[in-house]
Every structure is written in structure tokens, then in C-alpha cells.
């Protein structure tokens, strides 16, 4: 310490308890808005495929980020809400670093039909940790409780 | 003639656990203070140029750039702050001397991650807010860890309708990657544990290591698995501390009659932010040692690198950095680490310092960490831990959970 005077009593220094209020209004985007649209009604994803290189986005986008050029809305396509797992972890502890009340599956599942994943929740009682390339399939609210957000999807699991 | 830009001048705190006694912002002044001295520079009327890497939330207040120059010595001087790892700031500073337009620049990069109590949610803050964060629990924390309104018993209300109390802490992603690695590797969860064991060992011998212990593959393999294959052992624990550097062009580097070493490539990139095209094998890494070696006219690092740092902060991702970086084949990482060839005598002496496991994660210092000890090794002032003739080293950073970026620095000792 380059200072002359140091804290010497641990039983001294203080402190204020300081508090972030940080809320905020996320807009789902025009590509969000037509894919969650799309899942109130039907328990379908959307894709859309960039007319380039024809790598198929999911989650949809409207641009393409290899090519940088526009998806036009005819390249949008409807595909099967279930994939297979790329990877997965069993999560143990929350956000705060305390135990979760039940551990908890998490996986990027590679949707069929599409080169894309969605980050996902995965429930089995397949016990394995490694649950790479088990095939998996969305499980839904039932649609009059959609709310047009990610937990419209519960969660996936093994079919 | 072409500018070469070289560090003569390092500074930096002790690294602790938690830094009750002391004051962000002394933390800061302490380590610019020690770098200047060493640099034998006065930043009222020698430094030309000041830099900062911070995140806004990591600090815990807004616009962190307007709470810089007072303890800096940056007052009413050019002087900015790079949303990123201390080593972006390095290439700022190179940048801003290879153009001529500075001669001097000081380049600081802090952790007081012990300010932070809720470093899961903020870390959970940098997922796609649509798409992905939903996906870990619900939308509003259920408590509010340093408020005094709101307790366990009595959290925050919730907003959304969910029936979620818990968000997954977010580095579940950690978890996913590794076993990505370990299975596109064949790398074994032993030789990671090896990765945990080298480094808090290498940590004994580095004054400024907060996290040093003697321990085997055995405790590693034993500590819980938080979010499999990711045991608590392989998570570097946090830490609080700050480095500063003072980089110069060369002509004035020798009118002040330091020793200096050249920092002599620099290489950035950025993955994109989407898991769901994003690449699980460090292309960052790869991309931003292409740029660095050329510029530093590297053209076999395995040969030509005589030291290196390489992020650590779970114990897979320095295997997985080195195979990025190209000094081990894809694979072969782990072999090297547990034949030695990672150890101070073997071929790639790698985390010398003891890295994030053994110091501890200083989160955007992380990179400047890597620096600190490259330029520690090439000074020739690592004491035990020094690495015999070593004239070219190079630091490589990540930023850390979820992102995908990062950067690579090569340097050479002065005459190299
Ligand atoms: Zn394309």
C-alpha cells in the first residue's frame, strides 16, 4: 500500500449498502415478435434460412451473420419443436450460489430441420450426465395459457 | 522508421479474497502509483495518454469512465475507459503510440469483485434477454442479496408469472462447454484436475497468489460437481486487486533509461453472441493469436514462445487455449500437462504465475494479469518461479462467462 495510513482493526471499516434498481422492457424484435407469435398458436418453431449461404437460423433472425445480408420473409420456415442434445450440464446451485431445491438439467438442443440450437431445460430420469445426441422434443404450456415468451416452453424431454 | 512500443513500467496490489479496509478506487491509485515510480514517470506532465477497462456492472455504479481520472492522475488529461479485459487496453495503448499521436500511455485494469454481491444475476444479465435468459429462472431475482428491505424470508416480489424461484447460476454454460471439450478432445476430467493442481501449485511461488495450495488429482476429482463435468475445484475462486502499466515508445523508453520489453503483437476477436451458432472450441483464441503472431513475425509459437499465460479461469480452458492457440495439436493438451512439458523446465512453461486458479479470477484485470507475469518472466524478477532464458512470451485473455471474445499480447525482451 502506497498510503502512509493503513486500517489496522478489522472491527472498523464500514461500508454502504448500496442498491441497483435496474429494470427493463426487452422488445422481442421484429424476427422475436413472429417466432413467439407463431408459438401461441402452434407448437411449432419457426427458422428462417439466409438466402446466401442457405444456414437456417434458429432462433430466427433477420439477418444473416456470415453473409451480413437481409432474410427476406419467404425464407422463413415452420420446423418441429425437438432436436438433439449438442451438450449438456446438471446445475446445482443458483444464481447466488446456493443449492437449487432440485438440480437442474440445462442443454443446447440442435433443432431438427435447422443448423441453429435453443438453450433449453431438459427433465428424464435418464441418470447419465452425458446426455449428448439423446433426442428431445418441447414440451409446451397449453396454448391458452401462452404468453408469447420463452416459458411458453417448459422444458424438453426424451421422446 | 516505424514506432516500437514497449511496457517500462508495471505496478500492482496485493490480491485478496475480499478488501474491506480499502477503497475501490485506493486500489486503483495504489497500483498506478507503484507503476509509475517504476516507469520513473510523473503522470501529471509525462503521461500523454490514460486507459481504464472496466464494466459498468462489475463496478456497480453507471458511466464507470467518469469515475476514472481523479486516482489515475488522468484529471483534465485524454483519458477513456475500454468496456473490456485490461488486455484491450494494451492494444488501445499501442495503437494510440504506434500512430505518433502519444508517447506515453498508462493502461489500468482492477478487480473489487468483493463490492459485488449478486455476481450470478449479473453474470446472468449478459445472456440474450429474449432467447436465453428466461431459460435459467425467472425474469426478477426472488431476493435481493444486499438490500436490507428485502430478505430470504421476505424476498423482492416477483414480476412475471412464473412459478420459478431460482435462477441456475450462469456458469452452467461453463459446465456445457467442457463437456463439449472433453469429448471432441478425449481430454479426461483427471487432466483438467492436473490444470487445478500445477496452477494453485505454481501459486506458492507467486507473492501476489491468494489461492496457492498443495493439493492432487484426487481432491479435484472429490469437490462436488456444481454443474457437471464442472466440479467446485475447477471454478477459480474470486479476488480483488489492480494492475497497472505504463507503455512508452521506444526513443523515450530509453531517455528514461528503462529496461524495456516490447510488446510486439496484438491480436483481438469476437465470437458471435448466439449459443446457437457459436462455436464451442476458443475460435476467439485462434483468431486473435493469428493476428498476434503475425504481427509479431511468429511463425511456430511452440518453438519460438519461450512462456506463455493462457486463461484459466476453469481448469479445461487452459487445455483448450493452448490447443486454440496453437501450441499443442487438438487433443494433445492434456498429454503435455500431465508428461510436464507445461511444468517451468518442460517445453511450454504455462501459468507460471499460477493463473486465475491459483491468484484467484480478477475478472477484467484478468488479462493484465497475464501480461504482469509475462513481463515479470522476461524482466528476469520471477524469482523461483523464473523460466531460464525466457525472451518471448505471450498472454492470452477471454472475458470470461458467456462471452466468446479475446485477445492475445506477445512480447520480447528488449534486444530479443
Ligand atoms: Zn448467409
New interface residues.
Given amino acids: 500500500m502506497t498510503f502512509l495510513e493503513k486500517q489496522t482493526d478489522p472491527t472498523t471499516p464500514m461500508h454502504w449498502n448500496g442498491d441497483m434498481q435496474a429494470d427493463y422492457f426487452y422488445s422481442n424484435g421484429v424476427a422475436g415478435d413472429k417466432f413467439f407469435k407463431h408459438l401461441m398458436k402452434k407448437d411449432t418453431f419457426l427458422a428462417s434460412e439466409c438466402p446466401k449461404c442457405g444456414v437456417i437460423f434458429i432462433p430466427p433472425r433477420l439477418y444473416c451473420e456470415d453473409c451480413f445480408c437481409d432474410i427476406p420473409d419467404e425464407n422463413w420456415m415452420e420446423v418441429k419443436s425437438q432436436g438433439i442434445i449438442r451438450a449438456n450440464t446438471t446445475a446445482m446451485i443458483d444464481a447466488h450460489g446456493d443449492p437449487l431445491e432440485e438440480p437442474v438439467i440445462m442443454a443446447l438442443i440442435d433443432i431438427d430441420e435447422t443448423d441453429g440450437a435453443m438453450l433449453g431445460r431438459v427433465k428424464t430420469e435418464i441418470l447419465d450426465m452425458d446426455l449428448c445426441g439423446l433426442t428431445v422434443k418441447a414440451v409446451l404450456r397449453p396454448k391458452n395459457e401462452r404468453e408469447g415468451t420463452m416459458k411458453d416452453i417448459l422444458y424438453y424431454e426424451p421422446y | 522508421m516505424s514506432r516500437r512500443v514497449c511496457v517500462i513500467g508495471i505496478g500492482h496490489?496485493d490480491f485478496n479474497s475480499i478488501t474491506?479496509?480499502?477503497e475501490w478506487k485506493?486500489l486503483m491509485?495504489?497500483s498506478c502509483?507503484?507503476a509509475y515510480v517504476d516507469a520513473g514517470v510523473d503522470p501529471r506532465k509525462d503521461i500523454d495518454s490514460f486507459i481504464t477497462c472496466a464494466e459498468d456492472y462489475l463496478e456497480?455504479f453507471s458511466i464507470f469512465d467518469e469515475f476514472v481520472p481523479d486516482q489515475i492522475g488522468a484529471v483534465l488529461r485524454p483519458c477513456c475507459t475500454v468496456c473490456g479485459d485490461g488486455l484491450y487496453g494494451l492494444g488501445t495503448a499501442y495503437m494510440q503510440i504506434k500512430t505518433g499521436l502519444m508517447d506515453v500511455v498508462s493502461v489500468e485494469s482492477h478487480s473489487k469483485i468483493s463490492d459485488l454481491l449478486?455476481l450470478?444475476?449479473i453474470l446472468?444479465h449478459a445472456f440474450d434477454?429474449?432467447?436465453?435468459r428466461?431459460?435459467?429462472?425467472p425474469v426478477?431475482?426472488p431476493?435481493?442479496?444486499?438490500?436490507?428491505?428485502y430478505t430470504k424470508e421476505d424476498p423482492k416480489p416477483l414480476?412475471?408469472?412464473?412459478k420459478e424461484?431460482?435462477?441456475?447460476?450462469?456458469y452452467?454454460l461453463a459446465?456445457?462447454?467442457?463437456?463439449?471439450y472433453l469429448?471432441t478432445s478425449g481430454t479426461t476430467e483427471e487432466e483438467c484436475a492436473e490444470v487445478v493442481v500445477k496452477n494453485k501449485m505454481n501459486a506458492f511461488f507467486n507473492p501476489l497468489a491468494d489461492y496457492e495450495a498443495k493439493i492432487s488429482i484426487d481432491n479435484v476429482m472429490g469437490s462436488?460437481?456444481?454443474?457437471?463435468?464442472?466440479k467446485r475445484l475447477d471454478i477459480s475462486p474470486n479476488v480483488d486487486g489492480a494492475i497497472t502499466f505504463v507503455l512508452a515508445e521506444e526513443k523515450t523508453a530509453k531517455e528514461l533509461g528503462v529496461d524495456p520489453i516490447y510488446l510486439s503483437g496484438f491480436g483481438w476477436s469476437s465470437e458471435?453472441p448466439?449459443?446457437?451458432?457459436r462455436g464451442?472450441s476458443a475460435d476467439y483464441a485462434t483468431k486473435s493469436s493469428q493476428m498476434a503472431y503475425k504481427m509479431a513475425g511468429i511463425t511456430n509459437p511452440r518453438k519460438q514462445l519461450d512462456i506463455v499465460e493462457v486463461d484459466d479461469r476453469f481448469s479445461y480452458k487452459e487445455l483448450q487455449h493452448l490447443e486454440a492457440i496453437g501450441l499443442a495439436r487438438p487433443g494433445e493438451a492434456g498429454q503435455m500437462l500431465m508428461e510436464g512439458e507445461l511444468a517451468k523446465d518442460g517445453a511450454i512453461p504455462t501459468n507460471m504465475s499460477g493463473g486465475s486458479l491459483g491468484i484467484g479470477n480478477c475478472f477484467e484485470a484478468t488479462g493484465m494479469q497475464k501480461a504482469l507475469e509475462i513481463i515479470t518472466q522476461l524482466r528476469g524478477h520471477a524469482a523461483k518461479r523464473q523460466v531460464a532464458d525466457a525472451e518471448v512470451g505471450l498472454a492470452q485473455a477471454w472475458r470470461g462467462i458467456p462471452s466468446g471474445s479475446g485477445a492475445v499480447a506477445v512480447f520480447e525482451r528488449g534486444g530479443a
Avoid at chain 2, 414480476?159 to 412464473?162: A, D, Q
Avoid at chain 2, 424461484?165 to 450462469?170: D, F, I, S, Y
Wanted: without cysteine; hydrophobic residues 25%; negative net charge.
Fill in positions: 496490489t474491506p479496509d480499502v485506493e491509485y495504489e502509483q507503484k456497480g449478486t450470478g444475476d446472468l434477454p429474449v432467447f436465453e428466461p431459460v435459467t429462472g426478477e431475482r431476493r435481493y442479496g444486499g438490500s436490507p428491505e414480476v412475471g408469472s412464473t424461484k431460482q435462477r441456475v447460476h450462469p452452467f459446465g456445457m462447454e467442457m463437456q463439449d469429448r462436488e460437481y456444481l454443474f457437471s463435468p464442472l458471435t448466439w449459443l446457437s451458432t464451442m
